[in-house]
């Protein structure tokens, strides 16, 4: 499974949990940096030089409430069989629900991991692992507006891409972000500092199945 030291489990006998789709009520902060040389090596074919980085509180899903932080270092540019826009593909995940771990896993080869999560996810937060710690202090930017749209995953698996999306809709406003990020490898990626974002302040999610495809085709 394709992930950075930060996320990467030797643990196998996670809980089950069930197929998609998942719906789910979300509260999360997302951000943006231009993507380090680092980051870029770790995707270096067909892709835009932007590192996505999110915390997400999951209010409700089909496994219960959960936080959540993953990172994109480069995102896939959007090509035959992947959809319009752009989409993350994610060596760095981490949750507080075992269960949502079997899922990433089993269901959309996320590399998910347990962390210990603390704080607020639209204001200060934090989620640590063994090896590493990201903090971070958000603050809105004016008022909230209407947001709807979708997330898309392009997961490396082997020589081929396994594909998945979500659909989410709700309340957002414009954020700043302070980021403070420590470990192996975010150190070097996923960059410390203030950076522009967007908060989804309040907003229902839900993730599809996911579809293998050939590597060549995207």
Request: charged share 20%.
């Amino acid at each position: 499974m394709w992930s950075v030291k930060e996320s990467t489990s030797d643990r196998t006998d996670w809980p089950e949990s069930p197929p998609p789709p998942w719906p789910a009520e979300v509260r999360a902060t997302i951000w943006w940096h231009r993507a380090t040389p680092v980051g870029r090596e770790l995707l270096p074919e067909k892709d835009l030089p932007v590192t996505v980085a999110m915390v997400v509180d999951y209010l409700s899903s089909p496994v219960g409430p959960y936080r959540e932080i993953l990172a994109s270092p480069v995102l896939r540019r959007p090509v035959r069989n992947s959809g319009a826009l752009p989409r993350i593909a994610v060596p760095f995940i981490a949750v507080d629900s075992e269960t949502s771990v079997h899922g990433g896993r089993t269901h959309w080869s996320l590399p998910k991991v347990l962390a210990k999560f603390g704080g607020d996810v639209l204001t200060s937060a934090s989620a640590a692992g063994e090896e590493w710690e990201v903090r971070t202090d958000a603050s809105g930017i004016g008022p909230r507006f209407p947001i709807r749209g979708g997330l898309g995953f392009a997961q490396p698996v082997d020589d081929e891409v396994l594909l998945a999306g979500a659909r989410l809709s709700g309340k957002a406003r414009l954020c700043r972000v302070t980021v403070g990020a420590e470990g192996p490898t975010l150190s070097r990626w996923l960059s410390s500092g203030t950076h522009f974002g967007l908060q989804i302040v309040a907003g229902t999610m839900t993730t599809g199945p996911s579809k293998l495809v050939s590597g060549a085709e995207v």
